[in-house]
């Protein structure tokens, strides 16, 4: 079975603080993708990023970036000078390929709070 | 633009009642999802299809079914609601491999 780990309920930071939300997850399968959503407050989710197993390059894009190591099986996520708009519920979630499965497998979600 | 519409985005009922919530999607995807949201257990997949006539149980199924008979739609039953049913519910749908999914918008269902 597989199953994604964010220990990291509710993370609390003021503005302009980096902040980096833990992942870690486990699958038998070679094959897998690993991908980040974000759940603003109005609810919506909004696909963040998408990794394949075989892609180990950590990945910016903006004030995001992304560090994926296989050896410890995580997939983290920083946040570098926090915004209020990037309060949010972020999930962490793995789909495996070698079961035929492309339904995601979610962790329980971070909670961040970036205060003004 | 394509899309993925649930539809009620609100709903309240009660125990014993047959609901149906819908989900239809503009993509033109074969794989759509099922997904209920509750606090402390992030998303869980309910059931799951990748075509037409397919249907799959995942992870939290008792008590719902889904039917497909087109590409678009993918509808959710519950055939005798319970308590526990109480929950956000997200409709996904993708596309070949392993693409992002697209989500909808949720349906919070109450059921008193």
């Known amino acids: 079975a597989q199953k994604v780990t964010q220990a990291q309920t509710e993370i609390s930071v003021v503005e302009k603080e980096d902040v980096t939300l833990d992942c870690v997850y486990e699958?038998?399968?070679?094959?897998?993708?690993l991908f980040w959503y974000k759940q603003p407050p109005s609810g919506e989710l909004v696909f963040l990023i998408r990794?394949?197993?075989?892609?180990?390059q950590n990945e910016i894009s903006g004030r995001y970036s992304w560090n994926f190591q296989k050896s410890t099986s995580s997939f983290n996520f920083t946040i570098t000078a926090s915004q209020v708009v990037d309060s949010a519920v972020y999930f962490c979630?793995?789909?495996?390929?070698?079961?035929?499965?492309?339904?995601?497998?979610f962790g329980s979600g971070t909670r961040l709070q970036v205060q003004p | 633009d394509a899309e993925i519409t649930q539809s009620p985005r609100h709903k309240i009922t009660e125990t014993g009642r047959q609901v149906t919530l819908a989900c239809h999607q503009t993509?033109?995807?074969?794989?759509m999802f099922w997904y209920r949201q509750d606090l402390g257990h992030g998303l869980r997949l309910i059931h799951y299809?990748?075509?037409?006539?397919?249907?799959n149980k995942g992870e939290v199924s008792d008590g719902y079914s889904v039917s497909r008979s087109n590409t678009e739609d993918l509808p959710l039953t519950l055939e005798s609601a319970a308590s526990s049913q109480t929950s956000v519910y997200f409709c996904?749908?993708?596309?070949?491999?392993?693409?992002?999914?697209?989500f909808g918008d949720g349906t919070r269902l109450s059921i008193l």
């Open positions: 979630a793995l789909s495996a390929r070698d079961t035929g499965r492309r339904a995601l497998t």
């Open positions: 299809s990748y075509g037409v006539q397919d249907t």
């Open positions: 699958t038998r399968d070679t094959t897998y993708y």
């Open positions: 990794r394949n197993s075989f892609d180990e």
């Open positions: 996904a749908s993708s596309g070949q491999g392993d693409q992002p999914q697209h």
């Open positions: 993509w033109n995807h074969n794989n």
